[in-house]
């Protein structure tokens, strides 16, 4: 037996309402991944433009350091 046949098993022995909630739980489930899906990409298409505009410049020399970039309060 899938998944799907063992979730709709026990689905249907629900009341009403409660398969409604059910629906609205799993409506919940897919918008979170399609949100997950979508920020991975953002991830990846964001990787993907850093790696190829900084492409070439792995040998080049560094003027600054990271003393040089903090800023300090007194």
Do not use: C
Request: proline letters at 1%; charged letters at 35%; zero cysteines.
């Amino acid at each position: 037996m899938t998944t799907a046949e063992k979730i709709i098993q026990h689905i249907s022995i629900l009341p009403e309402y409660l398969q409604v909630e059910v629906l609205d739980f799993v409506e919940f489930i897919e918008e979170k991944n399609k949100t997950l899906n979508q920020t991975d990409e953002r991830s990846e298409w964001s990787r993907f433009s850093l790696s190829h505009a900084m492409r070439g410049m792995e040998d080049e020399q560094t003027y600054y350091s990271v003393k040089d970039i903090k800023e300090e309060y007194k």
